[in-house]
């Protein structure tokens, strides 16, 4: 290899180089990716403001797969967002605000699913 590339010279192995780097980056653009976990949204409708716990939702939804605060509040994010370069991507989420007893305060449902 080492007489090869002496043969051929620097410009020889650059461009080897960037050949191999630009085939590397076009099989993963080709590609997607996920992020998060699948959950149900079928039971999103029985979720109520004022009266829904967090132990209604982890037997709703099971464990979220974000949690976080706003406000000084709890938050639970359950979500799936697929992405590809080429063809459409596909996400849904379910965020959940509840007040200091536990209790769900809010809640939104986004879905690009059809």
Avoid: H
């Avoid at 050949?19 to 039971?43: H, I, Y």
């Avoid at 605060?69 to 967002?81: C, L, S, V």
């Amino acid at each position: 290899m080492k007489n090869f590339l002496a043969k051929r010279g620097p410009r020889a192995f650059g461009f080897s180089s960037l050949l191999l780097v630009a085939s590397l980056a076009t099989t993963q653009l080709t590609g997607c990716f996920t992020v998060g976990q699948e959950f149900s949204p079928v039971r999103v409708p029985e979720i109520k403001v004022g009266q829904t716990r967090k132990q209604d939702i982890t037997e709703m939804f099971g464990t979220p797969w974000r949690t976080g605060m706003e406000d000084g509040k709890p938050t639970w994010t359950y979500g799936i967002y697929k992405y590809a370069l080429f063809g459409g991507n596909d996400s849904q989420d379910l965020l959940i605000r509840f007040d200091a007893q536990g209790v769900v305060r809010s809640y939104t449902f986004s879905s690009t699913r059809k």
